[in-house]
């Protein structure tokens, strides 16, 4: 069973948790990054809306998307973004499992 659903970010260093099934949370770098993408997305396709509050033009490269999101509590592991991108520090008790 899972005891502890966590993960740290190797970008922003946060160690987030996932404390109960529909907890889904997000590190720091995550939410910034995830927007300058949607951005970068949307002047790629000519849209320009919201430049001037958040400088994406200046990208002619795609913003490297970083963060982790965790997920699922004590019931599944679910993660988002890159395996590269986190090191897993949840606590999983497979004692409670069948004996094999
Ligand atoms: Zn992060």
């Known amino acids: 069973m899972i005891i502890r659903n966590s993960a740290r970010c190797l ?49 002619k490269e795609a913003p490297v998307v970083t963060g982790i999101g965790v997920d699922g509590g004590h019931e599944y592991l679910r993660r988002i973004g890159k395996p590269e991108l986190f090191h897993d520090t949840s606590v999983i008790d497979r004692g409670a499992q069948s004996d094999e």
């Open 11 to 59: 970008n922003c260093n946060d160690e987030i948790e996932s404390k109960h099934r529909h907890d889904f949370v997000v590190c720091s770098c995550f939410e910034e990054s995830q927007s300058l993408y949607a951005i970068w997305q949307d002047e790629k396709a000519g849209i320009y809306g919201g430049v001037d509050k958040i400088p994406a033009y200046r990208y």
